[in-house]
Structures are given as structure tokens and as C-alpha cells.
């Protein structure tokens, strides 16, 4: 991404959740009443205009057509993570570890959270826009919640972890969403290694992209126009894994997989009335350390 600016696919996930919250309430997968927040102002004037049922249709059809996909596999994966982080807390962990954290709402609107610290560890420009829209929209920063900013492609986080005193002896709980794929194989192995740092029992919740999307990106519906369309942002993906080796990859740094679904699987578990062609090279796991 651009050093000096935020995240623009930040913005397009939170646009996503802010869309989702004002479906009608029997038929929303989540609220996110701060999603709104980080958006600019032509995102909030679409966002409040979308209440109305037919505007909500033809928003939701532009989108589609701009990157197919991405809004229902989007909200379906906020719902997905929603749950499986709720299923880690459940478990005993102590301490919630958000790693690129982007425009993450969890630590305000869910409210198993608030009685658990909670590290958003992100790139500089998306975090210190994101506080000032926190600050804006609750008053002030929440209590639990700590704000660290890095460049994972130029600081190590066992250094990180050193000098903002991050407790290693917790059993954690790590998200890390929408990111291992603008990273080098480099980096996302040394944030696997750096997560061996902390008990047995901590888990980890990430994303990734089908290795394929980035070597034959026609071999997905619609991946030549979005891979296009991220090299316009400057925010070009570099990493991906083949789900079939994924198991093995964790494997190598003491982790267990437990589950590892495609945007096409958990969109028609959550969005079986929804159906969507799009996105399915994008890939939700879910590990824990032994």
C-alpha cells in the first residue's frame, strides 16, 4: 500500500459492514453501528441512501459488477471470524491480538471483548486514522484496547512485542484478516514464528488467497480485474498459499489446523439466499498452537 496513505480496501470492508447493518434486522448477519465512521463522504451519503430497498439493490449490483463477489463473501467472512473469536474466548483465552487491524470493529461492538485486552497492531496511516474516527464517534479511545502501529515488511514483531511490553505468557487469540496476501513469504513465516512465542492452547485466525489468484488470476471469476484494480491502488497481492499444503505449512510452526474454508463455502453457509459468483480463491483458517 501507499506509506503515506490509508488502506483503501479498509475502506471497501468497511463500506461492506456498514451496507450489511442497514439491511432490515431479521436478515442482517451482523450490526456494526461504527462501520460508518471510516467512511468518506460519498460512502456515507450511499450507506444512508440504502435503507431504501431499491437503492439497496442497485448499490449492491454496481458493486457486484465492479468486483464480483467481494461484498457478500465480505460481510459472510466478518460474520464467520465473528464467531470462531467468540469459540476462542469460550476456550480461555486471556488476551485478543489484532494484526492489520485496518478499520476492525470487533473490539467495539462485540461485548464478549470488553472484559479481555485487545493489541491492534497496524501500518501506521490506516492506525492513526482509525483512532481519530474512534475518538470521533465514542468520544474517546476504548479502555481495553491498545493501538500499536508498524510496517510488518520492516519491523519484527518479537522487537514490537520488546518495546510496547506485549505479554507473552497469555494464551491468545491472533486475527489477522485481510493481510498475509500483501505480504512476502518472509514476513508472514516470521509472524507464524513469532505466534509460537506464546502458550499451547492460543489460537489464530487468518486469511489468505488460493496461491493460484496471484501465478493465473483468469483461472477465478473475475481475478483479472481485480488483481488490475490493486495494482491501481498500489496495494498488489504477493502471497498466497495451495489450500491442499496449507495444513503442512502450519504444521512446520507447531500449529494444528482446524478449519479452512473457501469465500465460496462460508458465503453459502451464512448467505445461502445470497448466491454470488466471485471471490472464491479468498480462504478463511483457523489454527491452534499444541
Known amino acids: 500500500m501507499k506509506t503515506n496513505t490509508a488502506s483503501r480496501t479498509a475502506q471497501y470492508m468497511a463500506l461492506f459492514r456498514a451496507l450489511e447493518t442497514n439491511r432490515p434486522s431479521g436478515k442482517r448477519l451482523f450490526t456494526d453501528p461504527y462501520a460508518v465512521s471510516f467512511l468518506t463522504a460519498g460512502f456515507k451519503f450511499v450507506t444512508q441512501l440504502s435503507v431504501i430497498p431499491f437503492i439497496r439493490s442497485l448499490v449492491y449490483r454496481i458493486i457486484r459488477q465492479k468486483i464480483p463477489g467481494a461484498l457478500s463473501s465480505g460481510v459472510a467472512r466478518t460474520r464467520y471470524i465473528d464467531e470462531l473469536l467468540q469459540q476462542a474466548v469460550r476456550n480461555g483465552v486471556k488476551q485478543v491480538i489484532i494484526l492489520g487491524a485496518g478499520y476492525d470493529t470487533r473490539a467495539l461492538r462485540l461485548g464478549f471483548l470488553r472484559a479481555l485486552p485487545v493489541i491492534e497492531i497496524d501500518h501506521p496511516a490506516t492506525a492513526k486514522l482509525k483512532q481519530e474516527c474512534v475518538v470521533k464517534s465514542m468520544g474517546k479511545l476504548p479502555e481495553n484496547v491498545r493501538y500499536i502501529q508498524v510496517d510488518f515488511n520492516e519491523k519484527r514483531l518479537e522487537q514490537l512485542a520488546t518495546e510496547q511490553h506485549i505479554d507473552l505468557t497469555l494464551t491468545t487469540v491472533f486475527i489477522w484478516e485481510g493481510v498475509t496476501n500483501y505480504l512476502t513469504a518472509d514476513a508472514v513465516a516470521a509472524t507464524f514464528t513469532f505466534m509460537q512465542q506464546f502458550p499451547s492452547g492460543s489460537y489464530v485466525i487468518f486469511t489468505y488467497v488460493d496461491e493460484k489468484i ?49 469465500a465460496g463455502e462460508y458465503r453459502n453457509y451464512y448467505l445461502p439466499e445470497r448466491a454470488e459468483k466471485g471471490y472464491e480463491f479468498y480462504r478463511v483458517a483457523f489454527a491452534v498452537k499444541r
Not at 488490475?228 to 496495494?235: A, G, I, M, P
Open 214 to 262: 496471484i501465478r493465473y488470476p483468469a483461472a477465478f471469476f473475475g481475478g483479472e480485474k481485480l488483481l488490475e484494480d490493486l495494482k491501481q491502488l498500489e496495494e498488489n497481492w504477493t502471497f498466497g498459499l495451495e489450500p491442499f499444503l496449507t495444513r503442512r505449512y502450519l504444521d512446520a510452526f507447531g500449529m494444528e489446523l482446524l478449519e479452512d474454508y473457501s
